[in-house]
């Protein structure tokens, strides 16, 4: 019950911001519900609403909110529209991200940040954002200030980069499905930043996206296990422990994702019929909605205006990197 009256006000907050956009969405269907919802969330969240009360509400929204809206979405997705990514973009996905932690690692150094720093960073921006870095701080014996500042500059990096690609792809792509979302979802940090970039460009490049980002999260365990092994590669026994924790699940993949999987292999077997694929589908969307609201509810500009000048340039170059190799590797592959 105390949870209860702790998530309330950020939560309602957020879901009647969300509300609003959908409203709004109606007046300028090109914006849509979902750029506006994250726009206004921006505005309220700096001008009126940011009191300690109301953030754990946001949090639950940002985070369980989108995890549902992932679940459903499932339902309303086949193997076979899984099965789009193919060869070419599962290679695509493999090499974009080590290029990122390989990039990230060697930039950090270069600028004189700590091996503890660097590996956070890497494994945020490769694959996703706050949820890697909370899974390998522990691994690699980080300090919560460290892995506070990695948080914070890897969420302000895909905030920019949120609103960036969607203009970058106009450009080079003309928002065509498979490039834009392989662009998008291949190279932001967080979930929801995928999503409410997708969304800003259309539906189907939304959860395209949101697969190729999932394929990504999927490949946590590998890395938080590779920076764990290189950390204490000189100490077999800790080592073995980090084994055995991936293999006791203490490492786990997301519970959304296996989520995302059993509702999408139901609808491809038949067990989720198309009427209510259509209701997931249209629950998904609102509870994605009321997410980017949250989103942007926490956005705090005054963060992204007062980071020092050597982090913010670690975020400048990796966002650079990312987006490079990204144009590049679908040139190649896709």
């Known amino acids: 019950m105390k949870n209860i009256k702790e998530i309330l006000p950020g939560l ?5 911001i969300g509300l609003l956009s959908i409203f709004l969405s109606r007046f300028v269907p ?52 899984l099965m789009e990514l193919g060869a070419g973009g ?39 954002g706050s949820s890697a870095i909370a899974a390998t701080a522990p691994v690699i014996d980080a300090d919560d200030k460290e892995k506070g500042i990695a948080i914070t500059i890897v969420n302000v990096t895909g905030i920019f980069l949120m609103f960036l690609l969607p203009i970058i792809a106009q450009f080079l792509y003309k928002h065509s499905l498979m490039p834009t979302s392989a662009l998008i979802g291949g190279t932001l940090q967080s979930v929801g930043q995928v999503v409410a970039s997708g969304a800003m460009v259309n539906e189907s490049v939304k959860d395209l996206s949101t697969i190729f980002k999932i394929v990504r999260v999927i ?31 203490k490492i786990n993949v997301p519970w959304y ?15 989720i019929s198309n009427d209510v694929s259509l209701l997931c589908k249209a629950a998904s969307n609102k509870l994605e909605i009321f997410a980017l609201a949250a989103i942007g509810l926490r956005v705090n500009v005054k963060d992204l205006i007062k980071q020092g000048k050597a982090v913010s340039l670690y975020g400048l170059f990796v966002g650079l990197l990312q987006i490079i190799s990204a144009v590049t590797l679908i040139w190649l592959f896709l």
């Open 257 to 271: 994702v296996i989520g995302f999987f059993i509702t999408c292999a139901l609808f491809s077997m038949g067990f």
């Open 90 to 128: 599962i290679l695509f996905i493999i090499v974009q991200m080590t290029i990122t932690i390989v990039g990230a690692l060697y930039i950090g150094k270069k600028l004189g940040f700590g091996q503890n720093f660097r590996f956070m960073m890497a494994s945020g921006n490769a694959v996703c």
């Open 12 to 16: 309602l907050v957020s879901v009647c």
């Open 30 to 81: 090109k914006l849509g519900a979902a750029t506006i919802s994250i726009f206004l969330g921006m505005l309220v969240g700096n001008l009126f609403l940011s009191q300690d009360i109301f953030q754990k509400g946001y949090k639950f929204s940002e985070t369980d909110l989108l995890s549902y809206s992932i679940v459903l979405l499932g339902a309303t997705l086949s193997i076979s529209t």
């Open 219 to 249: 490949l946590l365990v590998v890395v938080v296990l590779i920076f764990g092994h290189i950390k204490h590669k000189t100490n077999e026994e800790i080592v073995e422990e980090e084994v055995q924790d991936v293999k006791k699940g």
